[in-house]
C-alpha cells in the first residue's frame, strides 16, 4: 500500500512519508499561528483519504471547507510538486461530507444527554464538585426509574421531578439541595441560548457514517464547522472528547491493520487538556492508549507541543512540527521541548531550525519499519491537491446537496421520552384516582391540586407540559425492559450502560 507522502526532505534529499500501517499510532501536528498547519492538515487528510481511510476534522477557521473543492493549479503550487516530485500531481477535489453541531453550515450532529453522560455535561454546564454530584444523583435517578433522557427538556422534566421528591431522595441517595438544582437549571439556560440544544435529541449519530468511503475507494472526509463552536471553548472540546470516547467504546478490538479504519484530527488541542481535572486527563489518556487497538488515530493540532500532557505526548509516534518564534520564555521552553522529543539526525541542528523554518516547511519524524522513529527530517511540505482557502456559500450548498446522509440527518425526530413518561405516569394516576409517585398527598392543597401543579405549573413552578418542546432519543431494549445508554466516560466514571 503507497504510504502517506508529507514532503521532501531538505536535509537528506529524501521522500518523507508516513507509513499506513502506523497511521493508528497517533500524531502532533504543531507550530505557530501562520506557519502551515492547517495546510499540513489537509495534506494529511488527503493522504489518508487517497488511500482509503474516512477522515474527521474540526474546521475552526473554515479554511479546511477547501477540501471539497480542487485547487485552482498556480504555478507557484505546480511548481512546488515538482520539486517534490510528485509525477501524477493534479488539483482535484475530495469526498466531503460537512457536519455542524448547529445544523447551519452542515448536517446536525447530535446526541442524546444519557449518552453524554454525567461527567462531560458536568463539564460543558462548568459546574463544582457539589453541583456536579447532584447531577451524579439525578443521572441514578434517571437510571432507577427507567427515564430516557434524551434532550434538555427531558433533563428539565427529570429536575422537576428531583424537587418534588427531594426529601425521599435526599434519604436514598444522598443531599440535594435546591441550591444546587437552581445552579444546574441556571447553566442549563445559558446553553440552551448558545445554541446548544440542538446538539441534544434525534436522530444520533451513527458512527458508521463518519466511516465512509467513496464510489471510487476513497475514504470520505467528515468536515465539521467549528467557527462559531471554537467560541465556547468547554462545548467544544467536550463535544469532540464525547465523539472520541463513542469510537472507543462503539468499535471492535483489530489490533494493528494495514490501515487505520479513521483518522481523527483534533485541533485546538490545548482547549481540551488547559482547565481539565486531573481525573479527566487520566480517562483521557486512557481513550487515546487504548483507541489504538481499534484502528483509530488521533491526531492533536495546536501550537506548542507541551499543549499536550506528557504521559498523552509520548504516544504520539508521528510529529510534524512547524515553526515556533522564540521571542518569550515560554516560546524558548516549547522551541527547546519540541526539540527533545525528536530523534536527532547529525546534519540538523533542531533548536536552530525550529526558529528558522519558513512557512509550509517542517520538522517531520514518523515511525518506520518495527515502529522505530526515524530521524527527524526539515521537510518541504506537499501541497495538498484541494483549494487552500475557504469555499463560498453556493460551493458549500452544492456539496451538500449531493452528500448521502443529508435526509438521514437534516431532519429531527420526536419520540416518547422521559418529560412524555412523566406526564402519562401522573394522567394514568389521576384517572384511576390516584397519586402518581411524583406527588405526596399535602396540607392546604390535596392531591388533585399538587397534581395538577406538577403537570400543569403554577406562577412560580413550571410544569411538566411547558417542557415537552421534545426533539429526543436513542435507547437501548433488553430483556428486563428499556435501559439508559451511556458514553464510555460515563462509564468509567460509574455510569450505568
Known amino acids: ?46 493522504g489518508f483519504s487517497r488511500i482509503g481511510v474516512p477522515v474527521f476534522v474540526a474546521d475552526v477557521k473554515g479554511d479546511l471547507a477547501g477540501l471539497a473543492v480542487a485547487a485552482d493549479g498556480n ?17 482535484g477535489a475530495n469526498p466531503v461530507i460537512f457536519w455542524d453541531l448547529y445544523g447551519k453550515l452542515g448536517h446536525p450532529i447530535r446526541t442524546t444527554v444519557s449518552e453524554m453522560g454525567p461527567t462531560l455535561l458536568a463539564r460543558i454546564l462548568e459546574l463544582n464538585d457539589t453541583q456536579s454530584g447532584v447531577l451524579d444523583i439525578i443521572f441514578k435517578l434517571a437510571d432507577d426509574r ?21 426529601k425521599d431522595i435526599n434519604t436514598q441517595y444522598g443531599l440535594v439541595s435546591t441550591q444546587s438544582v437552581g445552579a444546574i437549571q441556571r447553566a442549563l439556560l445559558r446553553l440552551q441560548q448558545e445554541g446548544a440544544e440542538n446538539f441534544f435529541g434525534e436522530p444520533a449519530l451513527e458512527l458508521s457514517d463518519l466511516m465512509r468511503t467513496h464510489t471510487d475507494g ?36 483489530v489490533g494493528d491493520l494495514d490501515k487505520p479504519k479513521l483518522v481523527f484530527f ?61 521571542f518569550t520564555p515560554r516560546d524558548q521552553k516549547a522551541v527547546k521541548t519540541a526539540a527533545e522529543t525528536f530523534v536527532p539526525n547529525p546534519k540538523l541542528n533542531v533548536v536552530e531550525a525550529i526558529s528558522r523554518l519558513g512557512t509550509g516547511e517542517a520538522l ?11 530521524p527527524v527530517q526539515q521537510t518541504m511540505v506537499s501541497p495538498p491537491r484541494c483549494r487552500m482557502g475557504a469555499i463560498s456559500e453556493t460551493e458549500r450548498t452544492q456539496v451538500r446537496a449531493g452528500s448521502p446522509v443529508g435526509s438521514k440527518y437534516d431532519t429531527t425526530v420526536d419520540r416518547e421520552s422521559a418529560a412524555e413518561m ?71 466514571f460509574g455510569g450505568k450502560r
Open 364 to 374: 517531520v519524524s514518523t515511525l518506520q519499519d518495527k515502529g522505530v522513529p526515524s
Open 422 to 492: 412523566l406526564v402519562k405516569r401522573a394522567g394514568t394516576a389521576a384517572e384511576a384516582g390516584q397519586a402518581p409517585p411524583a406527588v405526596r398527598d399535602e396540607p392546604g392543597g390535596g392531591v388533585s391540586q399538587t397534581l395538577k401543579d406538577a403537570v400543569f405549573g403554577t406562577k412560580r413552578r413550571q410544569g411538566m407540559i411547558e417542557t415537552m418542546a421534545k426533539q429526543t432519543s436513542r435507547t437501548v431494549g433488553n430483556r428486563l425492559g428499556q435501559q439508559i445508554v451511556r458514553g464510555i466516560l460515563g462509564g468509567l
Open 75 to 91: 504555478e507557484k503550487i505546480l511548481r512546488r510538486a515538482s520539486d517534490i516530485g510528485i509525477p501524477d500531481y493534479a488539483p
Open 218 to 253: 476513497r475514504g470520505v472526509i467528515g468536515v465539521m464547522a467549528a467557527d462559531q463552536l471554537i467560541l465556547k471553548p468547554r462545548l467544544y472540546s467536550s463535544f469532540l472528547l464525547w465523539l472520541l470516547s463513542e469510537l472507543f467504546e462503539n468499535l471492535n478490538e
Open 146 to 166: 427507567g427515564l430516557l433522557l434524551l434532550d434538555l427538556a427531558d433533563f428539565r422534566a427529570l429536575m422537576g421531578l428531583v424537587l418534588e421528591e427531594r
Open 266 to 326: 483534533f485541533d485546538e488541542a490545548h482547549l481540551l487538556f488547559g482547565d481539565a481535572p486531573p481525573a479527566l486527563q487520566q480517562r483521557v489518556e486512557q481513550v487515546v492508549r487504548l483507541i489504538r487497538s481499534k484502528g483509530v488515530g488521533v491526531y492533536f493540532c495546536s501550537q506548542f507541543p507541551d499543549d499536550v500532557p506528557d504521559n498523552i505526548l509520548g504516544q504520539l509516534g508521528n510529529r510534524v512540527q512547524h515553526a515556533l518564534r522564540a
Open 1 to 46: 500500500m503507497d504510504p502517506v507522502l508529507l514532503g521532501k526532505g531538505l536535509t537528506d534529499d529524501i521522500r518523507v512519508e508516513l507509513l499506513p500501517r502506523f497511521g493508528n499510532r497517533h500524531g502532533l501536528v504543531a507550530g505557530a499561528t501562520g506557519t502551515g498547519k492547517s495546510v499540513t492538515l489537509m495534506t494529511l487528510a488527503e
